[in-house]
């Protein structure tokens, strides 16, 4: 049986407290080798799913004018959501670099592709097929970053949009839009807390014994 | 900058490959060091979250009233999911351990708590506010496993009976209700992969270039 070390869970660690959601300002224009985008999708399919659905498909995007529609797609979107904040914060929000579509040599477009069959373990909580698709976004996250590859999610998209941009199947639910390159830089802290957009909660604020 | 090695990519994706969703057929009685606990908790934190919201709040169990409580609403939910399945599949299903609630030591409940402001990032798409709480399972799932503990996730649950067992605030949402422990054994392979339930998709079949 595999035994970890002490030192490798700190590795671990370590890629996760490295992990950044990278935008459009640090991408590189240098392209990502076959290799390594692949280790990245392997690490996807790898990940947990309910009922062992692995019910997840994966669009690779560098087609500059889905490219194109994908940006326009966010530009309304962002434009929408500004509205949300405060005058204050609408400020603040226009000047953060919130994609980095264009910028970024590929997207993947990840999706949820729901089973024609029941999936054990998904009848009372529909929403773990979906979940899944969420850890293995996590996996990519984490081993991009393992591979000094940054990732950005954008979520500022129409998601119905994005599947007629992308042909995808009605019964499709686009799980996450993903933008991927290398980096200038990975910064220390997320973004949204060096500019104290919102601020870090303390682990022991978060944690219940037994019950609330 | 933090730059990672190919070695440290390799061993990530060692622990992604030995991840294993563990039920009670393998789970030691074995107290989890609090140090050990903590780790796994900070892994959680640490995950990425839409607009820096950090939406997670964790009720960590050890009490057996509320084990117990639990484990009925498991298993009232089994045997209503057993009727699914077809009659050769619901023999199968029967002999399966699902759940590890009182064999592992720690049990976890994972929620989403809803952010009463409005959230970067999450206006286009809600359901990115539990994808952030996702990602933290995902995380304390990889890091259980470096520190060689066992964790499962039971999905086979209501999740509104599971928010009344343990007073959970009704905004609440129960994401993820995991098990924790050591473990005699960490199998190679999925158990579902292993006894056929479903087999493993190849990577080339979930994959398309720029659309469907």
Chains 1, 2 share one sequence.
């Not at 929000?93 to 997207?107: D, M, R, T």
């Not at 007629?164 to 009605?170: C, M």
Request: glycine share 4%; proline share 5%.
């Amino acid at each position: 049986m595999k035994e970890f070390s002490k030192q490798d869970s700190k590795l671990l660690e370590d890629i996760m407290l490295h992990r950044r959601d990278v935008r459009g300002n640090r991408f590189l224009d240098k392209a990502i080798d076959p290799s390594s985008l692949e280790k990245i999708l392997f690490a996807a399919v790898n990940a947990p799913s309910v009922g062992f659905s692995q019910p997840w498909e994966f669009v690779v995007i560098t087609d500059k004018a889905r490219k194109n529609a994908i940006k326009d797609n966010f530009d309304q979107s962002k434009s929408s959501e500004k509205k949300l904040f405060s005058e204050q914060q609408q400020a603040q929000y226009s000047q953060l670099k919130l994609e980095g579509i264009h910028e970024a040599p590929v997207n993947i477009a990840v999706f949820y592709k729901p089973s024609e069959e029941p999936v054990l373990g998904q009848s009372c909580m529909q929403e773990v097929g979906p979940y899944s698709v969420v850890c293995a976004v996590q996996n990519m996250w984490l081993m991009a970053r393992a591979l000094n590859i940054g990732l950005g999610w954008v979520s500022i998209l129409n998601p119905e949009n994005v599947k007629k941009i992308l042909s995808a199947p009605q019964e499709n639910q686009l799980i996450a839009y993903l933008c991927l390159g290398y980096v200038d830089y990975f910064y220390d802290t997320p973004e949204l807390e060096r500019k104290q957009w919102n601020k870090r909660k303390s682990l022991e604020s978060l944690i219940y014994k037994d019950s609330y």
